[in-house]
């Protein structure tokens, strides 16, 4: 399965295959989504299958506007319309309790559900034109990095997909920010590019982190977002040190930085990232797939600032690492 340009046809083609209890690969801002209809529990167990992903974990229920979310939740509190009036269509899923049209198949079995309004023209279309609700994981195979250009859908999940709608290079680049509003304390489950200070400053109150050892969420588990290659997180000196006694032992390395002092390696397979952190999370998962294809005996990463805005950089690196 190739790509398709987006047309008026092609996202019709889409709907239509969405309707039969197809799988279509979906451009939004985050990364690509692989999607189905999420009223459909057969079209959603074909998601699973497609990714090899255990059937236990939930899937992310995509909406074309806000006022879906009482087709799916069951309450919806304040909490929640302040969060969307906000940030929707945008990088933020809300985990709310679900309401008895949900499939189960859809939320794991889980009494909450997961929903989103993706800020991508193409999957806003899409939605627009279908009309209901999509579940889409990101569409890699189960603990892989997450596909941020089209190709990568193709390269991963091309046999088993009916259509890769083509929406160009994802703009974020990395997974949504999923903050769960079933307790009377907002908790972080996934940390994305709308941090916790701006979550807390709409809703007036403290957000909390969830614990990264409580496995919850796949994106939760240590061996997720993981590039085949043995991948080493360092910091500047010591990575230095490290590529030097690497190199003397023959062996064939990569290095993923993005200070200035390291803009000149000695290292033939050496990528330089933007030092902003939000350029950075654009090209993360683009260039971890790059080295990793490269078949290197080791990737080396520079460690990134532990300030909030590098919040789910160092999160999505602490499990691409070893
Ligand atoms: O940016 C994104 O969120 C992308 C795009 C395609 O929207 N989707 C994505 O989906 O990253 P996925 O399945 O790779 O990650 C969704 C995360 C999983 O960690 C899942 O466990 C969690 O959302 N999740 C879904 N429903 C949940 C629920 N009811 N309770 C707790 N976590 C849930
Ligand atoms: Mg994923």
Avoid at 179 to 201: A, M, V
Avoid at 205 to 225: C, D, E, F, N
Avoid at 254 to 272: D, N, T
Avoid at 281 to 292: K, N, T, V, W
Wanted: charged share 20%.
């Amino acid at each position: 399965m190739t790509p398709s340009p987006v047309t008026p046809e092609s996202i019709q083609h889409a709907a239509d295959l969405l309707r039969l209890g197809k799988l279509v690969a979906i451009p939004t801002e985050t990364v690509y989504g692989l999607g189905a209809d999420a009223s459909n529990p057969e079209a959603v167990a074909k998601i699973f299958e497609a990714k090899d992903r255990p059937a236990d974990h939930p899937l992310i229920v995509h909406l074309a506007y806000a006022t879906q979310i009482r087709n799916w939740a069951e309450d919806v509190p304040d909490s929640a319309l302040l969060l969307a009036r906000e940030f929707w269509p945008g990088p933020l899923t809300m985990i709310l309790p679900k309401n008895a049209s949900v499939p189960m198949a859809v939320t794991g079995g889980q009494n909450t559900v997961a929903l989103r309004v993706p800020n991508h023209p193409v999957a806003l279309w899409l939605l627009r034109v279908f009309g209901g609700g999509i579940a889409a994981p990101s569409a890699n195979r189960f603990g892989r990095i997450s596909p941020t250009l089209a190709q990568h859908v193709a390269e991963e999940l091309g046999d088993k997909v009916d259509c890769i709608l083509d929406g160009g290079p994802c703009s974020v680049g990395l997974e949504s920010t999923i903050i769960d509003l079933t307790d009377s304390q907002p908790t972080i489950l996934r940390p994305g590019r709308i941090g916790p200070s701006q979550l807390e400053e709409v809703l007036k109150t403290q957000v909390a982190m969830k614990s990264q050892r409580k496995i919850r969420a796949p994106g939760m588990l240590a061996t997720h977002y993981a590039p085949n290659t043995p991948a080493l997180l360092c910091a500047k000196d010591a990575l230095l040190a490290l590529l030097t006694e690497q190199q003397r032992l023959g062996k064939r390395v990569g290095v993923l930085a993005f200070s200035a002092e390291l803009s000149a390696l000695p290292c033939q397979h050496s990528l330089r990232l933007p030092n902003k952190a939000g350029d950075y999370e654009a090209s993360l998962y683009l260039s971890l797939r790059e080295l990793d294809k490269l078949q290197l005996d080791s990737i080396l990463v520079e460690q990134p600032p532990a300030s909030e805005e590098w919040l789910a950089i160092n999160d999505r690196l602490g499990k691409a690492t070893v």
